[in-house]
């Protein structure tokens, strides 16, 4: 822990030289871009050190992920040409690193808070590419910003701490305007982090822990993926396959045991393809975690929603399920309430899983039998949310709108800079704020008065007024995400949604525990709180609409 505080410290003191090189743009009138030189003190820095290791960083675990293409064989004929991350322990105990079987997907790594890790990223793919840990509290040089990409042939290492609770996060690649197509082509991998609290609560663990990673995807007849093969209308849209996969395997089949009792750790690795998971037979849902945490106890759903990037932990209880049964879960129909010009084709012709109709998703087939002990605890995690009353920013949130402007979908009018950040974006160390985040345009697209001293912000009920046009004609739903740290729910507004939209997934969101990403159908919005600790820099937050992070719904946010 020394030793990235006192790099971080380095990287603090950079920071402040190259604050003296912000530049104002006159065309943003208050606003105050800083952009630092494109060599910046990050990577100033990390061509010293981050393609070597620090020696004196004593790594618990110490491995080699390494990106590269390959050919599995995941249909009968002809293999399929995939993008995986492969997993190699150098020091460090073994099983940590666990491979999937038949699958693309990559290996699935178990930490424990308060571990050191070291990962030694080999870039052996034909373009740049860069690993970021989604979720994970990492100082800036770890969490894998698109500036920080290597190039084919290039390493580039991590050294950093787990700080975080006991939950599931993942890990994929973040080059800008390509991480949709690396994801798609199979690069992701769980990242699960367990600590004592959770160790105590004697949750399935083993055989018992089982990953289900749901993702979509479409093949040609010669078995290869194909990918936006809709042009603009799928950038616009997100990218939607026609079948679905569980952890990187066609086959949609779970085989589990009789008489026991599982813990699934789900996670929507989809581009853009987001779910209403509900057993078949009508049982409920038992959800325990959600994103970074386990939630306090244990909570009963009808169906949960799960937006892009979303995890969430289920209890599944098989004690009383005979041999040789079936258990089916399905994604339910839902109203995705995509309107305009190009809603109406949202997903439909050729698509025979468009968004929001019914369809299998998993097979758990109960083909064996046996026994554990592992009890439903009433009580999981116990934590401390934040409190409103510490927020910096309590009754004046600092506002977030996600929406379509001149063809590009923006947040707050504005599009991805490499390294540009706003003053709307810079937040200082060891305070906590509220975050608005809306899924709702102001007035109409291509209205200049948008950016024009925060005018519209003003003007809500001439935008309610307007709602449904907002962005000229086009809405969609939003996966909000944020790097570095995991937020609380405060509320979450509906009175903006529509209600064939709110009735159809009223009852399928979690907001307890510690999140990083929050599912916003059109004109919703949600108040976040959240705090900036341990660490200086400069992060991102997002739609985990990949096809829109990749078209620029991305920006920076920077700690000061
Ligand atoms: Cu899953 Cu920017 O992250
Ligand atoms: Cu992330
Ligand atoms: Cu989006």
């Not at 030189?37 to 620090?54: H, R």
């Not at 990223?121 to 840990?133: A, G, T």
């Not at 078949?280 to 937006?307: F, H, N, Q, R």
């Not at 969101?509 to 660490?535: A, C, H, N, Y």
């Amino acid at each position: 822990m020394g030793k990235l505080l006192i790099r971080n410290r380095k990287i603090m003191e950079k920071n402040k030289i190259d604050r003296r090189n912000f530049i104002k743009l006159g065309s943003l009138g208050a606003t105050v871009v800083i952009t630092w030189p494109l060599l910046n003190s990050c990577n100033g820095f990390a061509s010293e050190n981050k393609n070597t290791i620090n020696p004196d960083f004593q790594a618990d675990l110490d491995f080699e992920l390494t990106a590269k293409e390959t050919d599995i064989q995941l249909f009968q004929g002809n293999t399929t040409k995939v993008w995986m991350f492969e997993g190699n322990v150098l020091d460090g105990d073994k099983t940590t690193v666990q491979k999937l079987g038949k699958s693309y997907l990559g290996p699935i790594i178990r930490v424990r808070k308060g571990q050191k890790i070291r990962v030694r990223f080999k870039n052996q793919l034909p373009e740049e590419s860069i690993v970021h840990w989604h979720g994970m509290h990492v100082p800036e040089e770890d969490d894998g910003h698109p500036k920080d990409v290597i190039a084919n042939g290039e390493t580039y290492v991590y050294e950093f701490e787990i700080m975080n609770r006991a939950g599931t996060y993942w890990f994929h690649p973040h080059p800008h305007g390509r991480t949709g197509p690396q994801v798609y082509n199979g690069l992701a991998g769980l990242f699960v982090v367990t600590d004592d609290e959770e160790q105590r609560l004697k949750l399935p663990s083993g055989e018992y822990d089982v990953p289900v990673v749901l993702q979509d995807r479409q093949f040609d007849n010669n078995n290869q993926l194909v990918y936006l093969n809709r042009g603009r209308m799928d950038r616009m849209n997100g990218f939607l396959g026609n079948r679905i996969l569980i952890n990187g395997n066609p086959d949609m089949k779970l085989s589990l045991k009789s008489g026991c009792a599982y813990r699934l750790r789900f996670l929507n690795g989809s581009n853009s393809r987001f779910y209403k998971l509900a057993w078949e037979d009508g049982t409920p849902l038992v959800i325990i975690g959600k994103d970074g945490s386990l939630l306090d106890s244990p909570k009963s759903k009808p169906y949960v929603m799960l937006g892009v990037a979303e995890r969430i932990d289920v209890w599944l209880d098989l004690k009383n399920r005979p041999q040789g049964s079936q258990m089916i879960m399905k994604s339910l129909s839902f109203s995705p309430g995509m309107m305009g010009m190009m809603g109406g084709m949202m997903g439909r012709g050729r698509n025979n899983l468009p968004l929001g109709s019914t369809y299998e998703i998993l097979k758990i087939n109960i083909d064996k039998t046996g026994s554990n002990d592992f009890e439903l605890p009433q009580r999981l995690a116990e934590f401390n949310k934040l409190d409103p009353a510490t927020a910096v920013n309590r009754n004046n949130p600092r506002t977030f709108r996600f929406f379509m402007r001149r063809m590009q979908w923006t947040i707050n009018g504005r599009t991805w800079e490499m390294t540009g950040v706003t003053e709307e974006e810079t937040v200082k160390l060891n305070t906590t704020e509220v975050w608005e985040i809306v899924n709702r345009g102001g007035r109409m697209m291509g209205n200049d008065d948008m950016m024009g001293e925060r005018g519209w912000m003003r003007n809500r009920g001439e935008m309610d007024r307007d709602r449904g046009m907002m962005g000229g004609g086009m809405q969609m739903p939003h996966p909000f995400h944020i790097h570095h740290l995991q937020f609380n729910i405060l509320e979450r507004d509906v009175s903006g949604v529509d209600s064939r939209i709110w009735n159809s997934v009223k009852d399928g969101f979690i907001d307890e525990g510690w999140q990083d990403t929050v599912l916003l159908m059109p004109g919703m919005s949600v108040k976040l709180i959240m705090r900036f600790e341990d660490f200086k820099g400069l992060f991102l937050y997002h739609c985990h609409n990949l096809e829109h992070e990749d078209m620029g719904m991305m920006r920076n946010f920077k700690i000061e």
